[in-house]
T-cell receptor, first 110, second 113 residues
Framework: GQNIDQPTEMTATEGAIVQINCTYQ??????LFWYQQHAGEAPTFLSY????GLEEKGRFSSFLSRSKGYSYLLLKELQMKDSASYLC???????????FGKGTSLLVTP | NAGVTQTPKFRILKIGQSMTLQCTQD?????MYWYRQDPGMGLKLIYY???????DKGEVPNGYNVSRSTTEDFPLRLELAAPSQTSVYFC????????????FGPGTRLTVL
């Protein structure tokens, strides 16, 4: 089966750093994705990890440990516009379709 | 490129009605997907296609049908709408050379009353 877990909600302060964790148990693995989704909008791609380690892209970084079935998304220098839902997804073997977690709703406060 | 486009943006259906959600991509992508997203939930795969003429079921296919007669188009058909199909529907695609990113359409918000 497919099981992807992430916290439901998080709150952080503007300018701070926040880490959103994701654990997964899936029958196939072709990579792990993080998407950002603002309310009423489509998901937008943030990062992709297929090998263990840290991928950095500006204020956003993503880490993967395949042996632990674990990933995190790190957001630095938080801005109010970072308030959104963050979706962890694993690329399965089924035609490269994505299996999504339920998403973490991040609220950035002044 | 327009990317992935979906029509309509919003629709209200009565129970038992049918409709087709349209999805088109102009990036010559082989792989296309339909997901649904219920409030507070992640996306769930309905159907997918790895190329023209080839479709397969995802996690939640019941009540839906798809076709893929061209590379560009991947319509999703609801034959007998039910309240449980009230959701936001997203179409997505990836190219053979870009397997590390799925491009999503803007979504169709469907309400069945």
């Amino acid at each position: 089966g497919q099981n992807i877990d992430q916290p439901t909600e998080m709150t952080a302060t503007e300018g701070a750093i926040v880490q959103i964790n994701c654990t997964y148990q899936t029958s196939g693995f072709n990579g792990l994705f993080w998407y950002q989704q603002h309310a009423g909008e489509a998901p937008t791609f943030l990062s992709y990890n297929v090998l263990d380690g840290l991928e950095e892209k500006g204020r956003f970084s993503s880490f993967l440990s395949r042996s632990k079935g674990y990933s995190y998304l790190l957001l630095k220098e938080l801005q109010m516009k970072d308030s959104a839902s963050y979706l962890c997804a694993v690329n399965s073997n089924s035609g490269y379709a994505l299996n999504f977690g339920k998403g973490t709703s991040l609220l950035v406060t002044p | 490129n327009a990317g992935v486009t979906q029509t309509p943006k919003f629709r209200i259906l009565k129970i038992g009605q049918s409709m087709t959600l349209q999805c088109t991509q102009d990036m010559n992508h082989n792989y296309m997907y339909w997901y649904r997203q219920d409030p507070g939930m992640g996306l769930k795969l309905i159907y997918y296609s790895v190329g023209a003429g080839i479709t397969d079921k995802g996690e939640v296919p019941n009540g839906y049908n798809v076709s893929r007669s061209t590379t560009e188009d991947f319509p999703l058909r609801l034959e007998l709408a039910a309240p449980s199909q009230t959701s936001v529907y997203f179409c997505a695609s990836i190219g053979q050379d870009e397997l590390n990113e799925q491009f999503f359409g803007p979504g169709t918000r469907l309400t069945v009353l």
